[in-house]
Structure formats: structure tokens, C-alpha cells
């Protein structure tokens, strides 16, 4: 019998860090576990619906980022859930990935010259990667992305090209995508450079099953009644043994009035949860190393915006319609004037959208991605009302006759109150490695044992 056998356990959270944590202990012989999952399906912001058909569309996380040492990528490889297509990530809805097959126009219909764009992007992308690979100057160590890129673009020729300007703001509004940001300026340059990027293939897409389908190899390893959905914590007391009669050194006790009594709690929650519940939610207080990670980190969102037609309107060879401002959202003085000027911003939200990219098995849809305070505001308005506002962009921008949407579909994180956003960036000024590894710690802290 294991040594772990009696131990009671309790995973809050049943996404794939949840799924993981649980399945791993049950293989290494926990028997008593219980997963406690506050929505009413397992996956958190892995979503894979099929609202257009028999095929998939993710409203949450698209791609397996990385090869090399990656357990999500060796997991899907292992089950042969990974999609064997050649060239599949070229026609999968790619923020940022720029291809010839890209249509870029300017607000005045014109489409600009591909050479231009890639060397823009290439450009662009240069820049980027020295922040990744932490080889910035030290000058640029205390500035934002933006600051950053900005000061580095100014100096190049490229800042003199017409057009060059314009397509460097709509990369970095791309990039927001990545980080998850309302803004490049309120992201750190040098702590990019803490990101552990794996190797191999970046966009690595899933077969038929989509993500889910990893979640469901990490299901079949619970026990029956392991996995609770509908079941939303209210509070963690994580010091019993201090008090008399409790045979158990944690309680949970769920919304409802469920309560479970555990030797372990291991917290999977997003990190946006985390910021409005933490305070309420951890019996007693979380030490502050944790409470200061969790203000201090940034936790972004990040949206998608799937409009279904009845007929292909875009040419054959278009991968993706992209849409460049004349005074975009990432211009810094664009930026710095939305600072200042209260909630106007609101009204030209859908200026955050980079643009509209082919979706693969769709050969009808097209995929938006919007991000930060213009991605939760898109979240309050009605469906037909964005999805008339990005039909009145795309033929404003293109010249086509576009024709209205059968359907539209968007993604909701920073809405959904489980969840609070999409994923973490560090803003400027905070250690990132710091506050991680804090947040990671396990409670007690050794000084407190």
C-alpha cells in the first residue's frame, strides 16, 4: 500500500494545472482526492466548443507553445492528439505571425506593398527577440516594451517609409496579444527576458479533438466522483492544527455549504481570481511575499471574435485581413492622451483589433483578436452589435462587399468571474522571477513550520 494512501488532498481548480496536479497524485498512489471545479465544466480556459458545425473552435487556448521538454506537447504527441496537417499553423488564426498571404490595409482601402510590412515585421520581431533573450542595453532596463521599441524604431530607416510608422503600431498592437497587455507601455522590457521559451514549433495545433481532448486524457485518470464542478470556493482555513478537534489541518468550504476536510490544498485558480478574491478568500491571510505577487503581477485579456458567413468573401491566397490605423491605439501619443481623457476610449474600442485571420476547417470564418480594457469593454456589448462593427471595418478598410456575419461568437475571460483575464505579464518595475516564485511557494513558509 502507499505511504500516500490515507492522505486526503483537495485541488481547487480544474484546469489543466488542476487535471495535472490531480492525476500525477493519484499515480503516485493518493486514493483520496477531490477536485473542486467552480464552473460547470472541466478544462478552465481550455474551451473547445463546436457552435459551427462538427469542427472545433477554441474560445480559449489554441496552440501547445514549444516541443522541446513541453509535458502538454509530449502528453498530446504520446495520445496522438496533435494535428498531423503540413502547414497547418499557416492557415490556423495567428496573432502577430505574418505571412505574404496577410492583406494589410490602410483606412484609406489602400493595401500596402507585402515587401514593406515583412521588413516592418521583420524589424519588429528583431527587437523583440533581444528582449526575450535578455541582450537589451542596460538603458533600456527599466523602460516599458513600448518605451522600448519605440526609442529603437525612431532610429531606424524604416521610421522614414510612409507606410512605416503605421505597420510598426499595428505590430505592437499584435504583440499585445501575446502579453496579454492593454498596452506594450505597461509591460516590462527587461523582464521578458525571464520567459522560458521551449523549443521547437511554436504554433503546434491539435487534431480533430482540440484541446480538450487533452484535458480528457488527464480526466480518465481521476477516480469516479474525484472531479466536482459547480462547486465554487468560498473559503480555504489553511492553520487548523493550531486549534483542537481537527483531525485535518485544512478545511474547504464551498459556496453552497460543502466542506472537505484535507491534509493538502493545492491551488490552481487564475491569478485574476486571485486579485478580487485573495483577501476574502485565504483563512487566515495569505503572508504578504503572496499578497504583494498577486497585486503586483499583471494578469491581462485576451479575446477572440469569430464571425461565421454563409460564403467566403476574402480571396483564395488571403490568410488574414489586417486592419492599420492612421493613429492606432499603440501610437505612445495615442496612448498617453487615453490616459488622460477619462473613458472616451471606450467609444473607439474595435480600434484594437488588429485584424481578421482565416480559421482552420472554417473555410467561412474569420477570427478577431482584441485585448486589455477594449477586450473587457467588447465584453458588455451585445453580439450582433460587434459583429456589426467589424463588418463596417472590414469593408471600410478593404473596398469589398462583406456580407453581414450568420453568426458571431466572442470569447468573455474578463468577464467570466472564475477567471478575471487570460493570462500574466510583469509590468514595469517588478521582479518577475521574484513574485512567481513566491506565489509558487508552499504554505506553511519554512519559517513558519
Known amino acids: 500500500m502507499s505511504p500516500h494512501s490515507a492522505a486526503r488532498v483537495v485541488?481547487?481548480?480544474?484546469?489543466?494545472?488542476?487535471?495535472?496536479?490531480?492525476?500525477?497524485?493519484?499515480?503516485?498512489?493518493?486514493?483520496?482526492?477531490?477536485?473542486?471545479?467552480?464552473?460547470?465544466r472541466p478544462g478552465g480556459r481550455v474551451y473547445t466548443t463546436r457552435p459551427f458545425g462538427q469542427n472545433v473552435i477554441e474560445l480559449g487556448a489554441n496552440w501547445i507553445h514549444g516541443q522541446e521538454a513541453n509535458p502538454l506537447f509530449l502528453l498530446a504527441q504520446e495520445q496522438g492528439l496533435l494535428l498531423e496537417e503540413r502547414g497547418s499553423a499557416s492557415i490556423m488564426c495567428l496573432p502577430g505571425s505574418v505571412t505574404p498571404r496577410d492583406y494589410f490595409f490602410r483606412e484609406s482601402r489602400r493595401q500596402l506593398?507585402?515587401?514593406?510590412?515583412?521588413?516592418?515585421?521583420?524589424?519588429?520581431?528583431?527587437?523583440?527577440?533581444?528582449?526575450?533573450?535578455?541582450?537589451?542595453?542596460?538603458?533600456?532596463?527599466?523602460?516599458?516594451?513600448?518605451g522600448y521599441l519605440d526609442e529603437e524604431f525612431a532610429q531606424s530607416p524604416l521610421a522614414a517609409l510612409e507606410d512605416g510608422p503605421r505597420v510598426f503600431e499595428w505590430c505592437k498592437r499584435s504583440e499585445c496579444t501575446d502579453e496579454a497587455s492593454s498596452s506594450l507601455y505597461e509591460v516590462s522590457a527587461s523582464q521578458l527576458g525571464h520567459y522560458v521559451a521551449l523549443e521547437g514549433g511554436f504554433f503546434n495545433s491539435l487534431g480533430p479533438g482540440g484541446y480538450q481532448a487533452l484535458a480528457d486524457t488527464l480526466l480518465v485518470n481521476l477516480p469516479p466522483g474525484a472531479l466536482l464542478c459547480d462547486r465554487p470556493v468560498h473559503s480555504i482555513h489553511w492553520a487548523l492544527q493550531e486549534e483542537k478537534n481537527h483531525t485535518r489541518p485544512v478545511r474547504v468550504l464551498c459556496q453552497g455549504g460543502q466542506c472537505f476536510m484535507a491534509d493538502h490544498v493545492i491551488v490552481t485558480v487564475p491569478l485574476g481570481f486571485l486579485k478580487e478574491n485573495a483577501v476574502a478568500m485565504f483563512e487566515p491571510a495569505l503572508p504578504k511575499s503572496k499578497a504583494d505577487a498577486i497585486e503586483r503581477l499583471g494578469f491581462g485579456t485576451v479575446d477572440k471574435i469569430y464571425l461565421r458567413f454563409e460564403d467566403r468573401f476574402w480571396p483564395h491566397d488571403c490568410a488574414g485581413i489586417q486592419l492599420v490605423w492612421d493613429a492606432g491605439p499603440e501610437d505612445e501619443e495615442v496612448y498617453q492622451h487615453s490616459q488622460s481623457e477619462g473613458g472616451a476610449w471606450r467609444d473607439m474600442w474595435y480600434k484594437k483589433i488588429c485584424g481578421f485571420d482565416t480559421v482552420a476547417r472554417h473555410p467561412t470564418v474569420l477570427c478577431g483578436w482584441i485585448t486589455g480594457r477594449e477586450a473587457r469593454h467588447m465584453e458588455s456589448l451585445d453580439e450582433k452589435i460587434v459583429g456589426e462593427v467589424c463588418v463596417r471595418m472590414l469593408r471600410s478598410f478593404t473596398g469589398w462587399s462583406v456580407p453581414e456575419p450568420a453568426q458571431v461568437l466572442m470569447s468573455k475571460w474578463g468577464s467570466e468571474r472564475f477567471v478575471r483575464g487570460s493570462y500574466t505579464y510583469p509590468p514595469p518595475g517588478v521582479d518577475a522571477v521574484r513574485e512567481h516564485t513566491a506565489l509558487a511557494a508552499p504554505l506553511p513558509l519554512p519559517c513558519e513550520a
Request: hydrophobic share 40%; with cysteine; aromatic share 6%.
Open 11 to 40: 485541488v481547487v481548480g480544474a484546469g489543466l494545472s488542476g487535471l495535472s496536479a490531480a492525476s500525477t497524485l493519484v499515480k503516485a498512489g493518493f486514493r483520496h482526492i477531490h477536485v473542486l471545479e467552480a464552473m460547470s
Open 113 to 146: 506593398p507585402v515587401d514593406e510590412v515583412e521588413q516592418v515585421c521583420s524589424f519588429f520581431s528583431g527587437l523583440t527577440s533581444r528582449a526575450f533573450e535578455s541582450e537589451l542595453e542596460p538603458r533600456h532596463s527599466s523602460q516599458s516594451l513600448g
